[in-house]
Structures are given as structure tokens and as C-alpha cells.
């Protein structure tokens, strides 16, 4: 039987509820529930991969870092979600090629590497759930290459703080160097561009926060790279 406690991953994930009955028993008995601490990592580079994670609640990002340290955001796998570099590991063989940390308190499932390629084997269900995440995924990873190939840093820098600050009253609460860990770029380039940007009436910055005071016209910059 499935506890009410195991519900938690069947209303966050509602489309495991149409597996069949043994393979949702299977996910709940043989399933790891792990809580994880902001900035916890959950799997580095290079590891094998031997689970799954299910979001339950909060938020793990995924990232890469080159030689020199500096980050690129891949994408985040938020509640109801999985991440598709993990089942592409497992399926395929091979070891993580990112990191997986966790941002803010999160929670997760996690089911068995061994476990996930034998309910792909016999379920459709779950052949379905695996192709949904790379369905989804692949548009993010193709949206963030358009992004890093033909967009300038000062419009992707402009790009990011209208879409971060939209639902936050036009505050994003954000440190230089955590906003050159999203875009993959230096803190001193951010620092140099938002210097720019501030120089021309478009933003204020605060002590780990940049208020947008002219909104329509940073996102102007942000389609016309050479309006400002």
C-alpha cells in the first residue's frame, strides 16, 4: 500500500499515477527520500549515476564550471520535475558531466539507477515519463545556446534582471558574482556592464541587489543591444 506520506510524490509527479500499481509500489518502497541543506550538493562531475532525483519540494540547479571556476546554469529542476542529464546517464552509461546542487531547502526522491532501467524496460508509463523530460529539457538546453552564441553579455545581462526582477517589484536580489555564475561570465564583467547600465539612469545597485528604475527601457536594451 502507498502511504499518505508517498503522496507527496505522486501529487508533485501526477503523471507516475497512471504506472502500473507494482511499479509505484516499487518507487515508493525502493525510493530514498533526502533532504537537502542551500548549496548542498546532491551529485558532482564525473560521479556515477546511481539515482534518479525527484523534486518534491524546492530546487536543485544544474551547472557546469571550467578550469578557471567560473559557472554556467544549465538549467533548474524545480518540484514535479527530474533531470535528464541523470536518466541520459543511467540509460546510456557514463558519468555525471555537471554538478547538482541545491538551492534554498530541497527535497527529493531518489530511485535506483537499477530500478529506473527496468521500469523503462516494462512500462511504457515510464518510457513516456523519460521522453517528456527530454522533450522539455532540450528547449531549455537550445534556448540557453541561442543565448550564449549570438547574444551579447550587456543584452543577456539585461535579459536576465527583467525576467528576474517581474515578480519581486522590480528588485533583484542578487550579488555580481552570483549573476556571472548564471550567465557563465566573469564578475567583473557584470560588475563593468552594470556599471554601464547604471550610468545611464537605467538601474540603482544596493549591496547584493539591483533595483530596475526604468523597466521598458532596459528591456529595449535588451532587444537593441546598442540602445544604450
Not at 525510493?31 to 562531475?45: F, W
Not at 540557453?144 to 517581474?166: N, Q
Request: aromatic share 6%.
Amino acid at each position: 500500500m502507498i502511504s499518505r506520506v508517498d503522496e507527496l510524490l505522486f501529487d508533485a509527479f501526477p503523471i507516475l499515477r497512471t504506472a502500473p500499481l507494482r511499479s509505484r509500489e516499487l518507487l515508493v518502497s525502493q525510493g530514498i527520500r533526502k533532504s537537502l541543506d542551500h548549496k548542498q550538493v546532491l551529485v558532482r562531475a564525473g560521479s556515477e549515476c546511481a539515482y534518479l532525483p525527484f523534486v518534491l519540494e524546492g530546487t536543485l540547479r544544474i551547472y557546469k564550471t571550467s578550469e578557471s571556476g567560473k559557472e554556467l546554469t544549465l538549467y533548474r529542476i524545480e518540484r514535479g520535475e527530474s533531470c535528464i542529464l541523470t536518466a541520459t546517464c543511467i540509460l546510456n552509461g557514463g558519468s555525471f558531466p555537471a554538478i547538482a546542487e541545491a538551492e534554498g531547502a530541497t527535497e527529493v526522491m531518489l530511485l535506483p539507477s537499477r530500478l529506473l532501467v527496468s521500469l523503462v524496460e516494462e512500462h511504457a508509463e515510464w518510457r513516456k515519463f523519460v521522453f517528456s523530460l527530454y522533450s522539455h529539457r532540450l528547449e531549455v538546453v537550445l534556448a540557453l545556446v541561442d543565448e550564449v552564441a549570438f547574444h551579447h553579455v550587456d543584452s543577456r545581462i539585461a535579459a536576465y534582471l527583467v525576467k528576474s526582477a517581474k515578480s519581486s517589484q522590480n528588485v533583484v536580489n542578487r550579488t555580481h558574482a552570483e549573476i556571472a555564475s548564471e550567465l557563465g561570465t566573469s564578475r567583473e564583467v557584470v560588475t563593468r556592464i552594470l556599471k554601464d547600465f547604471e550610468t545611464a539612469g537605467l538601474i540603482t545597485t544596493l549591496r547584493g541587489s539591483i533595483r530596475i528604475l526604468r523597466p521598458a527601457d532596459l528591456e529595449q536594451k535588451w532587444a537593441h543591444p546598442s540602445a544604450v
